[in-house]
C-alpha cells in the first residue's frame, strides 16, 4: 500500500466554504484509482492542513493526475498556493 501527502494552506475564513466543497467531491475523491481512503486534516488557526491518502498505486497515472489536479482547482480560490502531493510506501496502518 502507498500513501500520498499533500500539505495545503488555506486562507483564513474559508474552512467552511473549503469543507463544503470537499463533502460535494466526495464519490469523486473515493473514485480515483487505487483509492483506499482519505483523511483530511486542518489547523484552525493557521489554515495548514494535510489530505492523507492510501492506494493501491505506487504511481499515479497521468490521467489520475489530471483528475486530483481538477478536484484541487475547485478548492482555488481559497488556497494560498497549489498544494504538492509526496509519495510514500506505508509501513504501517494500524487501526483500533
Not at 483530511?40 to 489554515?47: A, H, I, S
Not at 492542513?49 to 480560490?77: C, H, N, Q, R
Amino acid at each position: 500500500m502507498y500513501a500520498r501527502i499533500t500539505p495545503y494552506k488555506m486562507k483564513p475564513g474559508s474552512k467552511a466554504a473549503a469543507t463544503k466543497i470537499m463533502e460535494s467531491l466526495k464519490d469523486k475523491i473515493m473514485a480515483l484509482p487505487g483509492q483506499k481512503s482519505f483523511l483530511n486534516v486542518m489547523n484552525d488557526d493557521e489554515g495548514s492542513g494535510y489530505v492523507i491518502s492510501t492506494t493501491e498505486l505506487a504511481e499515479m497515472s497521468p490521467e489520475t493526475g489530471e483528475k486530483v489536479k481538477a478536484l484541487w482547482s475547485a478548492f482555488s480560490e481559497y488556497l494560498v498556493d497549489e498544494p504538492k502531493a509526496h509519495s510514500f510506501t506505508v509501513i504501517a496502518n494500524w487501526k483500533a
